[in-house]
Nanobody
Framework: VQLQASGGGMVQAGVSLTLPCAASGRTFSSYNMGWFRQAPGKEREFVAAISWSGASTSYAASVKGRFTISRDSAKNTVYLQMNNLNPEDTAVYYC???????????????WGKGTQVTVSS
C-alpha cells in the first residue's frame, strides 16, 4: 500500500481544512487507516483512526469533536476533516495503514509522506 497525503496549507485559526490521503493497491479496503501528526520539537502523535469497514473510529482527546475521519473505499481515499483549527494543530500530518486495531504510532505497516498544516492566530 502506498499512501499520499495532501491538502495541507497555511490557514488562520477557526477555519476548516480537509486532508485527503490517497492509497494505491487493491487491498486498501482491508486496512485500518490512521492520521498522525508531528509538531515542531515534539514526538509524532496519534490523531484519528478508522477501521477497515468504517464502522469504528477513534480520536485523540485534543481533536475529538473538532476532527472527523472518514474513508471512501471506491476512491481508495481516507479523509481528515479538521474544524475550528487552532495554532496548536500546527504540524506535519501523516496518514498510515495497518491491519491491527487499535492503531499505534509504533505499529503501523505503511506510512505516507506528510503534509504541512500551519495555523496562525
Amino acid at each position: 500500500v502506498q499512501l499520499q497525503a495532501s491538502g495541507g496549507g497555511m490557514v488562520q485559526a477557526g477555519v476548516s481544512l480537509t486532508l485527503p490521503c490517497a492509497a494505491s493497491g487493491r487491498t486498501f479496503s482491508s486496512y485500518n487507516m490512521g492520521w498522525f501528526r508531528q509538531a515542531p520539537g515534539k514526538e509524532r502523535e496519534f490523531v484519528a483512526a478508522i477501521s477497515w469497514s468504517g464502522a469504528s473510529t477513534s480520536y485523540a482527546a485534543s481533536v475529538k469533536g473538532r476532527f472527523t475521519i472518514s474513508r471512501d473505499s471506491a476512491k481508495n481515499t481516507v479523509y481528515l476533516q479538521m474544524n475550528n483549527l487552532n495554532p496548536e494543530d500546527t504540524a506535519v500530518y501523516y496518514c498510515a495503514a495497518d491491519r491491527g486495531w487499535p492503531l499505534t504510532e509504533n505499529g503501523m505497516d505503511y506510512w505516507g509522506k506528510g503534509t504541512q498544516v500551519t495555523v496562525s492566530s
